[in-house]
């Protein structure tokens, strides 16, 4: 009798360790590596002479990326179903696959009065960012995407995109339209200075940014540090998206050296991110990508086999699954493989969205 008890003590304990409740963030930092897959992380990295941030995740995942109507997925479906949780045509923003706008993390996460950002090393309209806050049948209607801004589902946005503000078709300031809706905007192509402000439009180039190799400097780093910073005035907590946008670029291009700059300016941005999150402990921080670009691998150097030789297949995007890291409070959720628009749900289930 006494075995049979013990035995059902221990199989009710394992069930409840099996069931165990993640712990809930307080904060969230999703960093998307635009193009980014396992060869570009490799290849960018294999030098060894910076700290490697990806070697300091313990939680990692794969994700399945093709859209609703193609294998091979752009930007717009990639970062969409991060932001609505539904796959949608490639091209789309923040609508589904018959083109109905649907509320994105961003709307859910104002309900909640939690602080929204991104932070990108392209123009903020593109097509990325643009999925978190904005709901447009094409990526190429930036313009549109610009005026969405204007609803206040995005507190703080820094990147390029002067041009879609302020040099329109419609002639519209929407610079000036924000600053009435309580906005801090600047439009400055100088060096970011920290700007204390709990809602912010800060435009630093006329389109994208410069390329890291042409003196765009830390940027990024500085860029996501002045967001935390003003996003953690928020006391109910944050969810911001920074996006290493110019590594799918040099993927297009198949220009090794360009991609690597950009993703290990990526490396040095999520290292910060990650001290962060180690001293905060209430910041749960995921790392992923919309799409591996350039069909990428890295092949035997016969000439020096301590190196590799580049190889790329296509101009384009491929269709293979992209790594999924996470660190910090409910990281455990992120383990496996699963289609892209999990992370999603992932995300509604820690922050008690239904």
Not at 122 to 140: D, E, L, Q
Not at 172 to 186: A, N, V
Not at 203 to 213: E, F, H, P, R
Not at 277 to 306: C, F, I, M, P, R
């Amino acid at each position: 009798m006494k075995n049979k008890l013990l035995s059902v003590l221990v199989t009710i304990l394992c069930f409840q360790v099996g069931i165990a409740k993640p712990k809930l963030p307080k904060k969230i930092i999703f960093l998307i590596g635009d193009g980014m897959g396992l060869a570009q992380i490799s290849g960018a990295l294999a030098d060894n002479t910076v700290t490697n941030a990806f070697e300091r995740f313990k939680v990692i995942g794969l994700s399945k990326t093709k859209s609703s109507d193609n294998y091979v997925t752009d930007s717009g479906a990639g970062a969409t179903v991060f932001s609505i949780g539904r796959k949608t045509y490639n091209g789309a923003i923040g609508v589904d696959s018959n083109g109905k706008e649907q509320d994105g993390l961003f709307e859910m996460l104002t309900d909640k009065g939690w602080g929204t950002g991104v932070v990108v090393t392209s123009s903020i309209t593109h097509a990325t960012p643009a999925a978190f806050y904005a709901h447009v049948g094409s990526r190429k209607s930036e313009d549109e995407i610009a005026e969405f801004l204007i609803r206040n589902h995005c507190d703080v946005a820094i990147g390029g995109g002067i041009k879609f503000f302020k040099d329109r078709k419609d002639k519209r300031d929407l610079l000036e339209e924000l600053t009435e809706k309580g906005y801090k905007t600047i439009a400055d192509s100088s060096e970011i200075k920290p700007i204390d402000a709990a809602k912010l439009i800060y435009l630093l180039a006329y389109d994208g940014m410069k390329k890291k190799q042409d003196g765009r400097g830390d940027y990024l780093k500085k860029a996501t540090e002045i967001a935390i910073h003003n996003l953690s005035k928020n006391e109910e907590g944050f969810f911001l998206m920074v996006e290493g946008s110019q590594i799918d670029w040099g993927g297009h291009v198949n220009d090794f050296e360009y991609m690597k700059s950009e993703l290990l300016d990526f490396n040095q941005t999520l290292n910060a991110v990650l001290d962060y999150a180690a001293k905060d402990k209430k910041t749960l921080v995921v790392v992923t990508a919309d799409h591996e670009t350039g069909g990428l691998s890295l092949l035997e150097n016969k000439e020096n086999k301590n190196t590799f030789k580049v190889n790329y297949s296509t101009l384009g995007h491929s269709g293979i699954m992209v790594p999924v890291f996470a660190f910090g409070p409910g990281a455990e959720l992120f383990s496996g493989i699963y289609e892209n628009t999990e992370i999603h749900y992932k995300f509604k289930k820690l922050l008690k969205i239904k």
